[in-house]
T-cell receptor, first 119, second 111 residues
């Protein structure tokens, strides 16, 4: 089945550091990828929709200068948390939409998530 | 966004059936999905159902859809300890990219 690889899986760094998280679709092309944030014991909160070759679409309340998204190829999107602070500590999950021929069923496939801890 | 609601917790004994429920508000939803999330991991797609279907069965999983009541359920037969996880339902409209996720149901299987 479709596989999405997310890297790194765990990051611990000092306050003020910028952290880059990569999301790759390994066996399919993904023109659209999504970045979510998940707080403990809560559902996923969509942060932004990443479109290959164009600017990301951010959800209301998400700072685009804080969370930089780049979708430079059909298989790679990156999320950079700039000047991270302890309140940015969270579980970040990416997903990629799989385009299928002759059907409107286009499931999202998820990476395993990145646990970000800012000291 | 759309409202997708689930009960937060469910406990069952090993070998029993589990039924996880989900309600949604958007009548234009086209595809509805069930995902499983194990601790510290991403979401794994379990199954999906198209909105013109009432039921879909896939091995131990049965999905029931009541479109009139906007109610979706996932039944897991012969529940095993490995089924312990958080289960999310999600709905998507035909015209949009965005998925709307439920609040998640934490399933605990008691040996």
């Amino acid at each position: 089945g479709a596989v999405v690889s997310q890297h790194p899986s765990w990051v611990i760094c000092k306050s003020g550091t910028s952290v880059k998280i990569e999301c790759r679709s390994l066996d399919f092309q993904a023109t659209t990828m999504f970045w979510y944030r998940q707080f403990p014991k809560q559902s996923l909160m969509l942060m932004a929709t990443s479109n290959e070759g164009s600017k990301a679409t951010y959800e209301q309340g998400v700072e685009k200068d804080k969370f930089l998204i780049n979708h430079a190829s059909l298989t790679l999107s990156t999320l950079t948390v700039t000047s991270a602070h302890p309140e940015d500590s969270s579980f970040y999950i990416c997903s990629a939409r799989e385009r299928r021929q002759n059907t409107n069923n286009q499931p999202q496939h998820f990476g395993d998530g990145t646990r970000l801890s800012i000291l | 966004g759309e409202d997708v609601e689930q009960s937060l917790f469910l406990s069952v004994r090993e070998g029993d059936s589990s039924v996880i429920n989900c309600t949604y508000t958007d009548s234009s939803s086209t595809y509805l999905y069930w995902y499983k999330q194990e601790p510290g991991a991403g979401l794994q797609l379990l199954t999906y159902i198209f909105s013109n279907m009432d039921m879909k069965q896939d091995q131990r999983l049965t999905v029931l859809l009541n479109k009139k009541d906007k109610h979706l359920s996932l039944r897991i037969a012969d529940t095993q300890t490995g089924d312990s996880a958080i289960y999310f339902c999600a709905e998507r409209q035909n015209t949009g990219n965005q998925f709307y996720f439920g609040t998640g149901t934490s399933l605990t299987v008691i040996p």
